[in-house]
């Protein structure tokens, strides 16, 4: 990729890339926005940051848009690294969104769900989530071969675009389950097309070392940059409480940020010297950069942290004593290693039961109907695939589909979009179900198994997912298929037709569209 510092940072081997998270703010012309600004001009002339990542209405308010500071930012000689998220914009503005950036020759995506909306002008906005980061690292990929789609009696393909696109995985989940989707998630971010991958926000140091481990073993050599945020004790408490949903702070963590304040300085330095420990650790382990971050952040701070932490790389292993903040109880992929304080490349034993998760009989019964009705050969399925074909078009077609909304309802709070995921999630409808309708995986906010929205109301459904497969030996079927998004053509239509007729995804899986039963 020509003329991308960023891009050449990451992949040379030689270099370590950083970037420097900044918050453009909400308005126009604020002190917020003329602040970025000044900070991304001193990055620039400092010559140290690779890449200014903007971030993308962060904890689900409005803010300056990050694509148009993105433009700004560019003409002064710096990489900007532009937050794409996908809570505010359906599929058409995400195309026009990467159209726009791809036409100011911003290159560098760091693709994310986003925080769900929580406040906007006169209320809580509407969620969008129509598409998820994975369909997202799909669309830049085919964006970057050049797009083509139908038009007319013939196919359109653009001129390939020139895209860098990343994309996060959180190692810092306290449950198996939890985790386990997030690296099942992670494999088919790859999949998708992602470039590079940027881990999200924790201070425990063996979970850090646990993404390039899982990374190593399924030989995946895309770049890793490791998350430093330089924590003041205000954030660290609302992080501690789960206030800021994905971010992890441990109670010991948080006594040590407390008793740091108590110095002169209000305990800038502690902070600026436990980012600089975390530089060196991540560079001493084979990470590939780091990305910094933490509100008002001067520049000479960050570059503080850089040439500080460039010090004492030679000695990381003896700074890995300073990062033992494990979550109670939590779940690690790997054995941990007494030795170095950090894990064996043994992984952990999960033969056991999902502790985080109770088991629903349902899923038993929904399997066993499933594949009574629904796979190719059983008793019912030639059964349901004339009866559905003999209904489509006919005034049969509304009673059939009443009563199949009706049964799913009842069973699975079915939101009759018509291009049923059920048998994506064991049988959990990621429609209903899940407020940022992932049908590819969990978010990152889920917190001790809790959703992101729901803390302490309502279990992650990945988490309800992965319990109901373990239990029945099928738990990587979560890793397997990307899921496309829904067809909206579709909406409130009957699902069953649409399977038995080869009209939606699922239908593609076992070829319905095939002659006999």
Not at 58 to 84: Q, R
Not at 475 to 492: A, G
């Amino acid at each position: 990729m020509h003329n991308n510092p960023f891009n050449k940072a990451l992949l040379d081997p030689q270099m370590f890339a950083v970037s420097w998270e900044l918050v453009p703010g909400r308005g126009a012309k604020e002190a917020a926005q003329e602040r970025t600004l000044a900070l991304a001009q001193r990055a620039a002339a400092g010559g140290k940051i690779h890449a200014v990542s903007l971030t993308d209405n962060p904890g689900g308010t409005p803010a300056m848009s990050a694509d148009f500071m993105g433009t700004e930012i560019k003409k002064m000689g710096i990489e900007p690294l532009v937050h794409l998220t996908c809570k505010d914009k359906n599929r058409n503005q995400i195309e026009s969104q990467l159209y726009a950036l791809d036409r100011a020759g911003i290159k560098n995506l760091l693709v994310m769900s986003g925080d769900y909306p929580v406040s906007g002008y006169l209320g809580r906005p509407a969620p969008v989530f129509d598409l998820d980061p994975l369909h997202v690292l799909q669309l830049i990929s085919e964006m970057n071969r050049g797009l083509e789609y139908p038009a007319g009696s013939g196919t359109i393909r653009h001129q390939p675009s020139n895209f860098f696109a990343g994309a996060v995985v959180s190692p810092f989940k306290a449950t198996e389950a939890e985790q386990m989707a997030q690296y099942y998630k992670l494999k088919k971010k790859i999949a998708a097309g992602a470039q590079f991958i940027v881990t999200q926000l924790g201070y425990d140091i063996r979970k850090f070392q646990e993404v390039l481990l899982f990374m190593k073993q399924n030989n995946v050599s895309i770049p890793l940059m490791g998350n430093i945020y330089i924590l003041p004790f205000t954030t660290a408490k609302m992080m501690n409480r789960n206030e800021l949903p994905g971010s992890i702070v441990t109670d010991k963590l948080l006594a040590e940020i407390d008793h740091e304040r108590t110095e002169t300085d209000k305990g800038v330095g502690a902070r600026i010297l436990r980012a600089s420990r975390m530089y060196a650790i991540m560079k001493g382990m084979g990470f590939n950069g780091v990305h910094i971050g933490g509100h008002n952040i001067k520049y000479e701070q960050v570059e503080e942290i850089i040439q500080q932490g460039e010090t004492l790389v030679p000695q990381w292993t003896d700074l890995i004593r300073y990062f033992d903040y494990p979550i109670a109880n939590g779940f690690y992929y790997f054995e941990r290693d007494p030795g170095t304080g950090l894990n064996r490349e043994n992984p952990s034993n999960r033969q056991t039961g999902s502790r985080e998760a109770k088991m629903e009989c349902s899923y038993g019964f929904s399997l066993f109907f499933h594949k009574l009705m629904f796979e190719p050969g059983k008793k019912l399925y030639g059964i349901m695939k004339n009866i559905s074909r003999k209904a489509a078009g006919t005034k049969l077609e509304n009673i059939f589909h009443k009563l199949e909304h009706l049964t799913k309802v009842l069973l699975f709070d079915c939101q009759d979009c018509g291009d049923c995921a059920l048998i994506d999630v064991a049988y959990l409808c990621p429609m209903s179900q899940c407020p940022k309708n992932q049908r590819n995986g969990a978010c990152g906010g889920s917190f001790n198994g809790w959703c992101e929205v729901y803390p302490g109301k309502k279990q992650c459904i990945y988490v309800r997912a992965y319990a109901r497969l373990k239990k029945h030996g099928q738990k990587t079927q979560l890793e397997k298929d990307i899921v496309p998004p829904c067809n909206w053509d579709l909406y409130q239509t009957s699902s069953w037709i649409n399977f038995y007729s080869g009209k939606d995804h699922a239908s593609k899986k076992y070829n319905t569209t095939s002659s006999g039963n």
